[in-house]
């Protein structure tokens, strides 16, 4: 089985061959996952995403399942509960960040009725365009960090090699994304 380059890498992760061959440029549905996903990358910036793979389960639960709403409504003792929870990143910027990006998502449901939708009716775009596009909404979302979530979600290329097996799965589910 032929798979995308960094898969070959000598001593590569077991988690990350799991995150590639399960995770990596599938298709999304929900907008809880996908706002799981946007926390993820923006912890990322600076360190290794292994370290953040390792780490996805402890955010998971310090963000109460990655629940848009509840994240929403997070005050100052959620923020300082974040600060001090040695599992996951504690970076103030990155808690701020996802606290206020979920605000953001809020208000895109409120006017598209999903986060999904939103991303969708958007779609395609340039990795430009879409940097663009988060920064009038979100906080901490670099070129980079745009660029990875939206090769991660299937919405810009780049996420398998052509003759990687995943590569034709993802097609198979999604053609639309063929169109990017």
Not at 15 to 29: A, K, L, N, S
Not at 67 to 87: F, H, K, M, P
Request: proline share 3%.
């Amino acid at each position: 089985m032929s798979y995308c380059t960094y898969c070959r890498e000598p001593n590569i992760s077991q988690v990350h061959i799991d995150y590639h061959d399960h995770v990596y440029g599938y298709p999304v549905e929900t907008d809880n996952e996908l706002f799981g996903r946007l926390v993820l990358e923006i912890n990322q910036a600076g360190l290794s995403w292994e370290l953040i793979l390792k780490k996805k389960k402890y955010f998971e639960l310090a963000f109460d399942g990655f629940d848009v709403s509840t994240v929403a409504g997070y005050d100052e003792a959620d923020r300082d509960r974040l600060r001090n929870d040695t599992r996951i990143i504690r970076n103030r910027l990155k808690i701020n960040a996802a606290i206020h990006n979920a605000q953001q998502i809020l208000q895109i449901q409120a006017e598209f009725g999903t986060f999904k939708k939103w991303l969708d009716d958007h779609h395609p775009r340039s990795k430009d365009e879409w940097v663009t596009l988060f920064k009038k909404r979100f906080k901490f979302v670099g070129g980079e960090i745009v660029n990875e979530y939206m090769m991660a979600l299937g919405y810009l290329p780049g996420a398998h090699d052509e003759n990687c097996p995943v590569f034709d799965t993802i097609m198979t589910m999604n053609p639309k994304w063929s169109q990017i």
